[in-house]
């Protein structure tokens, strides 16, 4: 098998190529047929938001999403709506409860805005669900037909960490590949919303990775769980001194599918003298899920430019993290001045196989819960080791501000209710 026989239908809707795909992405060669468990890659991000009309605009005039599909009262669905949103390859699905009987607005009501699931394409999804439930995983939803003239997609689920769950898509059923904008029940659909003059036509053009955060001790049960159910290995790992500052730390070890396309940091957090990130998150969260989302860009700089100038908060970086003269013999040379990146807050970071540029957002919403990452890679199939310390220091500075630092942990994590699904 070719790498671009791996390209999916998304990517090439998006005008990406296999070049570009690897310097994003880190994508690389994978046999699917040897895989008990394949993974094609990300098919959407499903958000369950507070307002998603609200949340789908400022995603498309903030970062540059382009609304493409809706469902909702209009179409036929009492329930709830959802807003189907791309920016190249990277798929979003904003929804949110209208029928208060909703069992999204149970959802919203404990954990706030948030990801509800991580949907993944594959192409046999029996095949998937089989292996899945001999290996132990729960099975939230069947494989069956979802139908309508543009054909059918055959879907299941599966439960992941706390509420959060994954839905298998197979897109290409009977031969036949479904041609409409996103599922059968969703319609097309635009917005009216126009940039501004000089705005890049997109702020990122993929999803690099999506980082789970999990309850003290249950980090290996569910790195076990990517390796058993879904086939993943390991790519990183991160403990002690490499992911700790002088007042909080946590651990963090990195799965990844065949093609390295879909990416799982998944974070516990660990003994220290005061609260770290990772517990504020599971204290306002109320329970294990989605902490953040990596979003792969060609040009950081223009990115961030671009997210500042719509309001967009970032995390600061310390001065002192761009005069240390450690820094520059630590990355060599890269393809922008430091100034610049000090400029912006822009963190670099160098491996063995090249240099990455990162930055991260503030949380997104009320709660100190979900936010962004922004990152372009060069070569590197890290995520930016050596900046742990730095951009810690920045989240524990903010945690401060909101009076989270100090005070109880809860070692146990939050109470651990049934999933109210999606």
């Not at 069947?142 to 706390?162: F, K, L, Q």
């Not at 041609?179 to 009216?192: H, T």
Request: include cysteine; proline fraction near 5%.
């Amino acid at each position: 098998m070719t790498l671009q026989e791996t390209l999916t239908d998304t990517e090439r809707l998006a005008e990406l190529d296999l070049d570009t795909l690897r310097r994003l992405v880190g994508l690389v060669a994978h046999d699917p047929d040897a895989d008990p468990f394949p993974v094609t890659g990300w098919d959407a991000v499903v958000w369950t938001v507070g307002n998603a009309l609200q949340t789908s605009h400022f995603l498309v005039s903030a970062f540059g999403m382009e609304l493409v599909a809706y469902t909702g009262p209009e179409t036929g669905n009492r329930d709830h709506v959802g807003y189907v949103l791309r920016s190249g390859a990277a798929r979003f699905v904003i929804t949110g409860g209208v029928d208060p009987a909703s069992r999204l607005l149970d959802h919203h009501r404990r954990h706030g805005d948030g990801v509800v699931d991580v949907a993944l394409e594959v192409p046999d999804v029996d095949r998937c669900i089989a292996h899945a439930r001999a290996s132990g995983a729960t099975v939230l939803v069947e494989p069956h037909d979802v139908s309508d003239a543009h054909g059918t997609v055959r879907i299941a689920a599966i439960a992941a960490y706390g509420d959060t769950r994954h839905t298998l898509v197979q897109r290409t059923v009977d031969g036949r590949t479904y041609d409409g904008p996103y599922l059968p029940g969703y319609v097309a659909r635009s917005s009216s919303y126009r940039r501004r003059e000089g705005a890049p036509r997109r702020i990122f053009q993929a999803l690099d990775h999506v980082v789970g955060n999990v309850e003290l001790g249950r980090m290996d049960e569910w790195v076990d769980f990517y390796h058993r159910v879904m086939g993943f290995t390991d790519m990183a790992e991160f403990v002690g001194d490499d992911i700790a500052t002088d007042y909080s730390a946590l651990m963090s070890k990195v799965v990844a599918n065949g093609n390295h396309r879909v990416k799982f940091p998944l974070n516990e957090p660990a003994i220290a003298r005061k609260r770290s990130q990772i517990d504020e998150y599971l204290e306002f969260y109320d329970g294990p899920g989605v902490q953040h989302l990596a979003l792969a860009t060609n040009d950081i700089l223009a990115a961030v430019d671009a997210l500042r100038a719509e309001g967009v908060q970032f995390l600061d970086t310390p001065d002192s993290y761009y005069s240390d003269p450690g820094l520059r013999a630590r990355i060599g040379e890269v393809r922008v001045p430091v100034a610049e990146l000090a400029e912006r807050g822009i963190l670099v970071d160098r491996d063995e196989d090249g240099y990455l540029l990162q930055i991260f957002t503030k949380p997104i919403g009320d709660r100190p819960t979900v936010f962004f990452e922004l990152i372009e890679r060069h070569g590197s199939l890290g995520f930016g080791k050596g900046n742990f310390k730095a951009l810690f220091e920045a989240i524990e500075r903010e945690q401060e501000r909101r009076g989270n630092l100090d005070g109880p942990r809860n070692l146990d994590g939050p109470r651990n209710l049934d999933a109210p699904g999606a």
